[in-house]
């Protein structure tokens, strides 16, 4: 059951509140028990900036407490769909909902929302403490109720011995804990982030994307996330939404974009360092068939043959990930090819390796252990099952061509 106070949603277990507490006027706040789901729904959505489109025919379905994260390049649309959320921008066609209450003619104030900024927004002048309650009385929400919220949410964040300081006092770790503090004390049915890492170091950004994903994981509430860092996505969100050009390229698990991407965009944008692509050539039919490409030669492996189809000399993009490969002569299941290394980059327990087949440039992650050395020819083998193959016109993957035919 959730309890829901002045608008927010919280577990009741989660902060012990007893069964008898106070609610109704007398106490500024309005209790209702039910199985309402905080979910958000994007129903054919449009927008548009004159004749810019910058979400094009958005539709999409987040789960009540998921992670979801919206991930893309930059001017893909993401951020303009969470501001729709938000009311911060209108609908241009199309119907935002949350739950089951269609939005797009809502104030922002009355959506049951809290967004966390990529600036963090502090009041400058005023104390942690006072960062965090005054969105509280802007609602006029009884002081103490304020005061509940206020330590509940510096509990849960470690900000106890900061309550008193300045923003200019804090580390920007702490600045983007007090900002995710300010949404937690409205206690919202969805939790909307805009890049909110981008502005830390590397060492705070794995540190409060751990933060954040144990938040989600003790308040179970909904997050919509943007970002345009892969890695956070796959880290963080259940589930992921790729967008590029305002259109919704494909949503699914980590595991789900890494393994089976719908496209080639999906398959180059996520997973690091990018999937390497080379142009490739069908060569014979059957058990004998072959892609080819400039003394490059893979067995075709038996599942795929039924979505390249019979037609030798037919032309395809095969992608394979950097850290698929490995130096050594291939086994049984796999193909391999002597290339030269340009460039090594030792990384510890690793080495990145560039190298220069024909006219391509391929990317190898292996063990450091292979110690190879900048100039050297080297034997790469890479296991047929992690082949991909696209359409070079349409970029769609030929695999789920095939299964969808």
């Excluded at 830390?200 to 860092?229: F, G």
Aim: charged content about 25%.
């Amino acid at each position: 059951m959730v309890r829901r106070y002045d608008g927010g949603h919280v577990r009741a277990a989660l902060l012990g509140w007893p069964a008898n507490r106070p609610t109704g006027p007398a106490s500024g706040l309005r209790l209702i028990e039910d199985d309402e789901m905080a979910t958000v729904t994007f129903d054919r959505v449009t927008k548009r900036f004159g004749e810019v489109i910058a979400v094009n025919d958005l539709s999409l379905a987040i789960e009540n407490e998921e992670f979801l994260v919206l991930v893309g390049p930059s001017g893909c649309g993401k951020t303009t769909a969470l501001r729709m959320i938000a009311g911060l921008e209108e609908v241009t066609a199309g119907t935002v909902l949350i739950g089951e209450r269609v939005v797009n003619d809502l104030a922002p104030k009355d959506r049951d929302v809290a967004m966390v900024f990529q600036s963090y927004a502090l009041y400058p002048h005023m104390s942690v403490r006072d960062n965090l309650a005054f969105g509280l009385k802007l609602r006029h929400v009884p002081r103490p109720e304020i005061e509940r919220r206020v330590a509940e949410a510096a509990k849960i964040l470690d900000l106890g011995g900061l309550l008193e300081r300045k923003p200019k006092q804090l580390s920007g770790g702490q600045r983007q804990r007090v900002a995710l503090g300010r949404a937690i004390v409205r206690e919202p049915a969805v939790f909307l982030m805009d890049e909110p890492l981008s502005n830390l170091d590397a060492k705070l950004r794995v540190q409060t994307r751990a933060e954040i994903a144990r938040l989600h994981q003790r308040l179970r509430t909904t997050i919509v996330y943007v970002t345009h860092d892969q890695v956070e996505a796959m880290t963080m969100g259940s589930r992921i939404a790729v967008m590029n050009a305002g259109l919704l390229q494909q949503v699914g698990t980590p595991r789900e974009l890494y393994d089976r991407p719908l496209n080639r965009f999906v398959a180059g944008f996520i997973g690091s360092p990018a999937m390497n692509f080379v142009a490739m050539r069908l060569e014979g039919a059957g058990e004998g068939a072959a892609l080819v490409h400039d003394g490059l030669r893979f067995p075709l492996p038996p599942r795929l043959r039924g979505a390249v189809g019979p037609l030798s000399g037919r032309e395809v993009v095969a992608g394979f990930r950097p850290e698929h490969l490995d130096v050594g002569p291939p086994e049984a299941g796999e193909t391999g090819f002597s290339t030269a290394c340009d460039v090594v980059e030792y990384l510890g327990n690793q080495e990145l390796l560039h190298l220069r087949l024909a006219e391509e440039d391929l990317v190898a992650v292996v063990d450091a252990a292979a110690a190879v050395r900048p100039g050297e020819t080297v034997q790469m083998r890479l296991p047929l099952e992690k082949l991909h193959l696209f359409d070079p016109e349409s970029g769609l993957a030929l695999a789920n061509l095939a299964a969808a035919a």
